[in-house]
């Protein structure tokens, strides 16, 4: 599976951002969807995670009720709408495949992943 992130950028505190990833290749096996972030000095964290099949979806605590991960199955696309940002937010966002039923949060369970995108919010 290739897997390419775009719409990231530098925004303020209390904007929006919407994330796109265009999934190709093999894709029949992935199960679920997720997207990462990766601050300077910091490991890579989980942010939000869909099931490629079902839709259903479920969040890191962080970005609980500010961030929406969605999927358009039609067009192999990946989304992830993220509102009210924080400077906390800033970070390089990953999109990754995982043929691990729906939950998957560790890195360990992806197996594909993008190139990342950065996204920057200012105080």
């Known amino acids: 599976v290739q897997l390419a992130e775009s719409g990231g950028g530098l925004v303020q505190a209390g904007d929006s951002l919407r994330l796109s990833c265009a999934v190709s290749g093999v894709t029949f096996n992935i199960r679920t969807m997720g997207w990462f972030r990766q601050a300077p000095g910091k490991e890579r964290e989980f942010v939000a995670g869909i099931s490629w099949s079902r839709g259903g979806t479920y969040y890191a605590d962080s970005v609980k009720g500010r961030f929406a991960i969605s999927r358009d199955n039609d067009k192999n696309v990946l989304s992830l709408q993220m509102n009210s940002l924080k400077p906390d937010d800033t970070a390089v966002y990953y999109c990754?495949?995982?043929?691990?039923?729906?939950?998957?949060?560790?890195?360990?369970?992806?197996?594909?992943w993008g190139q990342g995108t950065q996204v920057t919010v200012s105080s």
């Open positions: 990754a495949a995982s043929r691990t039923a729906v939950g998957a949060e560790s890195v360990a369970q992806y197996v594909g």
